[in-house]
């Protein structure tokens, strides 16, 4: 069976790994029976929303970041549009500081004017933070 839910059970799969939390306790710390915490580990059913603040604090996980990935897994679901390759960056983003993130998306133009092979400098506004660093 397809995984339908694949951001949010592969990140609660990391946190128990992490900290050694078996289905079994999973189930027993947040009121899921043992079939629906199985379910949502393996992405074949969603996390109900008035149990994820349990299943955050009981792993040690930031319930937004969880939130995030369940909204991705909807779009996915309904659209299955959300591109694999997006998994990691949108699992990390939340750990970023803000200057990392302007980074990061700064390395991606660069990237992906490499790729287009297109030289931008005729293009650099004057103020952007991108061609500051490194150029």
């Excluded at 043992?34 to 008035?50: D, S």
């Excluded at 009981?58 to 991705?72: A, D, K, W």
């Excluded at 983003?93 to 660069?110: I, K, N």
Aim: charged fraction near 35%; include cysteine; hydrophobic fraction near 30%.
């Amino acid at each position: 069976m397809k995984r339908n839910y694949e951001f949010t059970s592969q990140r609660i799969r990391e946190a128990m790994t992490a900290k050694n939390i078996s289905i079994r306790d999973l189930a027993r710390h947040t009121q899921l029976s043992y079939e629906n915490a199985r379910f949502i580990i393996h992405g074949k059913r969603r996390l109900p929303e008035p149990i994820t603040r349990l299943v955050c604090e009981y792993l040690g996980v930031e319930q937004e970041e969880i939130e995030r990935l369940r909204s991705f897994d909807e779009v996915n679901h309904h659209v299955s549009c959300v591109p694999p390759s997006f998994t990691p960056m949108e699992r990390f983003w939340s750990a970023l500081s803000e200057e990392h993130r302007q980074d990061l998306v700064c390395l991606a133009r660069r990237w992906a004017a490499q790729d287009r092979t297109v030289k931008r400098t005729d293009e650099r506004p004057e103020d952007d933070k991108c061609y500051a660093v490194g150029s």
